[in-house]
């Protein structure tokens, strides 16, 4: 699962792969340098995306628990092939609630506000009509867990509006 946050903890830490960057985020960013998903990986088309102007504030607990809340990501998805389409979607605010690692080391992420989510093939969805791979914009609620020692992200459930990002930039 690769997640495009408004915010910049997720939309770094899960580009990169890294689930273990949720429980030791990387610095805030105010721009989120283009990132490529590769056709067959969220859509059957290859899928660029860019963030700029995010400001948001982290709060981290010493026990791993983490709080991240403001203006996300002015988030642009591209399809690189063959359409050239672009959407482009703002967050006004969101915020973003990361459990301390639980006995097994999983972590619980509460996101509400604009959230793009990214979901690989090794991904799991919990969530009727969500398959993986896909991709999808949110306004409202995610609620997703991920397994720090092995990775694996599951989506557990999702409110709001939804917008199917493959079909839109087809």
Known sequence: MKFFSPIAL?????????????AAPPPIRT???PTTVPAGEGCDFALRV????AKARVKTFKNGRQIISGKGYLLTYTNLEPS??????????????????????????????????ILFS???????????????QYTGRIVYTVDLDTGLFTLISASGQQRDLCT???
């Not at 690692?101 to 793009?116: H, L, M, R």
């Open 122 to 136: 090794t991904d799991a969805s919990k969530v009727p009509g969500v398959e993986t791979p896909s991709a999808i």
């Open 10 to 22: 997720l939309a770094v830490a899960l580009l990169a792969g890294s689930s273990a960057a949720v």
């Open 84 to 117: 050239g389409k672009t959407v482009t979607f703002e967050s006004n605010g969101s915020a973003e609630i990361t459990s301390a690692p639980d006995a097994n080391n999983v972590v619980t992420v509460t996101s509400t506000g604009s959230t793009g989510l």
């Open 31 to 33: 721009d989120l340098l």
């Open 50 to 53: 860019s963030g700029t102007d």
């Open 168 to 170: 839109e930039l087809a």
